[in-house]
């Protein structure tokens, strides 16, 4: 297809191949056909910039592209399936959400999948949603402060100082960002609150003493998500 020009391109899409078969739209009926082997074609059917294709379109008994996805047992890896959707601009229905906890069947991963894939929405088919998936445990820590609520980690919902203990332990080349995170959304009273052992003073005593060097990598992404948080030479 790389080789047809535009004129070429439109016959393609216009043709009898792409057009709805007994009234279902073509790519429901890959979806429910599709056997064991065919994941390479439905993921080049998701994928090609070539092809006009609806994504959000509905079934004609009016099921999202995930449902009928679902419904065929046939098809595996489908949450791997799933983010090329998301990331071609697939949007996720109120309806997909009760789907999606049937293939992502940890509540805690659950919650934080469905977050990120609503964030990848608003995010439109921009090239950052491949980092957003990437980062995802990073951005769950701002998820947590910027909605007072631990998600995506498995802390009880008053172990803030675990939780910022872990995030500086494990996080330390991106501290600058998730600090600024923390006193933006109000969770830097929460630690100074509960503190009382002085294990979150300690950590960042020894995180001022290394002075790891913070990454950058994924700022604009960051940047793009918490546009509130960029104003601070520190964390870019």
Not at 59 to 71: G, H, I, P, Q
């Amino acid at each position: 297809m790389e080789n047809l020009d535009e004129f070429e391109l439109s016959i393609l899409n216009k043709s009898d191949a792409f057009k709805p078969k007994d009234g279902q739209p073509r790519i429901h009926h890959w979806f429910s056909i599709a056997k064991k082997g065919h994941i390479g074609f439905l993921e080049h059917m998701i994928d090609s910039s070539y092809l006009e294709i609806d994504l959000n379109e509905k079934s004609k008994d009016d099921k999202t592209l995930l449902a009928t996805m679902f419904e065929n047992i046939a098809i595996e890896h489908k949450m791997w399936l799933l983010k090329r959707l998301i990331r071609k601009g697939y949007n996720l229905k109120k309806e997909d959400e009760a789907i999606l906890a049937q293939i992502e069947t940890d509540p805690i991963e659950y919650e934080s999948t469905l977050i990120v894939f609503h964030l990848a929405n608003e995010l439109n088919g921009c090239y950052l949603i491949d980092e957003l998936f990437e980062h995802k445990p990073l951005v769950c820590i701002i998820e947590s402060a910027k909605r007072d609520k631990i998600i995506g980690y498995r802390y009880q919902k008053t172990q803030w100082i675990a939780f910022a203990n872990n995030a500086i332990h494990s996080y330390a080349d991106y501290w600058s960002y998730i600090e600024k995170a923390f006193k933006n959304y109000g969770i830097w009273e929460k630690l100074m609150l509960f503190n009382k052992k002085n294990t979150f003073q300690k950590k960042l005593a020894e995180f001022h003493a290394t002075n790891p060097k913070q990454k950058v990598d994924c700022l604009p992404l960051l940047n793009t998500l918490y546009p509130e948080l960029r104003n601070d030479e520190s964390v870019g």
